[in-house]
Structures are given as C-alpha cells and as structure tokens.
T-cell receptor, first 113, second 112 residues
Framework: QQQVKQSPQSLIVQKGGISIINCAYENTAFDYFPWYQQFPGKGPALLIAIRPDVSEKKEGRFTISFNKSAKQFSLHIMDSQPGDSATYFCAAIPMDSSYKLIFGSGTRLLVRP | NAGVTQTPKFQVLKTGQSMTLQCAQDMNHNSMYWYRQDPGMGLRLIYYSASEGTTDKGEVPNGYNVSRLNKREFSLRLESAAPSQTSVYFC???????????FGPGTRLLVL
C-alpha cells in the first residue's frame, strides 16, 4: 500500500524560529504533494502544494522543498508565529488513482511566544 | 456559501447501535470523501465518490457504508457501531483539482 511517512509527530518552536516538517514517500507513483493545516476543532485546509517537477515553492513564510531522487519533501515555516500553532499534514496524490489523497500522520506544531 | 456541512457535530452511541452521518456541499463539486482522524494516524480515507452515482472503498472501509444521494449529499452509515469506530469523521469535497479538498467541521463520535 502506498504510504507517506511524516515526522516529527510534534514540534515546539519559539516565536521567530523556523519550523521544519519532513515527509517521505515509498514509491514514485505520486503526482502532486499538498500540505494541509488544521486548527483545533476545525477541518483541515489546503496550505500550499507542489508538483514533482518543481524543487521549491514559496508562499509568504511557507516554503515546500521537494527532493525527487530522495523521495522526500518538507515544509518550512519561517519566522514562526503563535498563530501558526496547528497540526500540519503532508499528502500525495497517487498517479494511478487521481481522485484520492494519501495523508501523512500529521505534526502538531506549537509556537511559543 | 456554507461550503461543506456535516451533521451531527457530536454523537455518543452504544456498541451495536446504528447511525448515519450526513454531509452536504454547495460548491457543485463532483467528488466527495469520508475520512476518519485518529491520534497519530492522520486522516484515513473510508470511502469516496468520484462522481454522482459512483462510490469506492478507501483505506479503511470495513464497518461502514456510504450513499451518494445526489451531487450535493454523501452520507456515511455505521450499521453496528463498535468502540474501534470512536473517532472524528470528516467529510470533504473537491472539484477539478483533487489536491484542493474542502473539509467540513467534523463529527466527533464516541462509541461506548
């Protein structure tokens, strides 16, 4: 079964620091790699996404880096703020089933003031 | 636009009871999904409907059934609830870009 492995499970960062969340996938048959952000008591919402033919994508303080040869991708949150405290999920869309997302296990981020 | 709505928000069941979780979207989306979220397990796909009239199993379909009632509505039924089905259930929908799924607020289910 196709899987996406996410680490760390939890992360504590001081305000202004850099938060880094890593994901790895086990085969090459993925087409698109979105990241979702979930606040307590809410449903997840799309944060940023990258295609496998791009090595980096930046939107404001959020950057995705993609390493196709290593089958890894990561989310960097620059100048982390207490309002960024949430659970983050990486995901991937299988090429052979383009209607589905495969989610990582999630990272709970706490940004301390 | 309300987006994706789910009812109920919270439910307590006894083992063996049945219930239906309701989901509706007003974005004219073709595809709809049911996920469950458990601590440390992320979001796991239960069932999905790529388009009106079709449904397919996801990663964890056992113990669940679904109905795509029309383009707007996608329900999830637990025929005989078990404690292992205690979870938070999310419905989602998407249009042409699958990477952008819109999630509802979730239903918290406790099975005693």
């Amino acid at each position: 079964q196709q899987q996406v492995k996410q680490s760390p499970q939890s992360l504590i960062v001081q305000k202004g620091g850099i938060s880094i969340i890593n994901c790895a996938y086990e085969n090459t048959a993925f087409d698109y790699f979105p990241w979702y952000q979930q606040f307590p008591g809410k449903g997840p919402a799309l944060l940023i996404a990258i295609r496998p033919d791009v090595s980096e994508k930046k939107e404001g303080r959020f950057t995705i880096s993609f390493n196709k040869s290593a089958k890894q991708f990561s989310l960097h949150i620059m100048d982390s703020q207490p309002g960024d405290s949430a659970t983050y999920f990486c995901a991937a869309i299988p090429m052979d089933s383009s209607y589905k997302l495969i989610f990582g296990s999630g990272t709970r981020l706490l940004v301390r003031p | 636009n309300a987006g994706v709505t789910q009812t109920p928000k919270f439910q307590v069941l006894k083992t063996g009871q049945s219930m239906t979780l309701q989901c509706a979207q007003d974005m004219n989306h073709n595809s709809m999904y049911w996920y469950r979220q458990d601590p440390g397990m992320g979001l796991r796909l239960i069932y999905y409907s790529a388009s009106e009239g079709t449904t397919d199993k996801g990663e964890v379909p056992n113990g669940y059934n679904v109905s795509r009632l029309n383009k707007r509505e996608f329900s999830l039924r637990l025929e005989s609830a078990a404690p292992s089905q205690t979870s938070v259930y999310f419905c989602a929908s998407t249009g042409w870009s699958v990477e952008t799924q819109y999630f509802g607020p979730g239903t918290r289910l406790l099975v005693l």
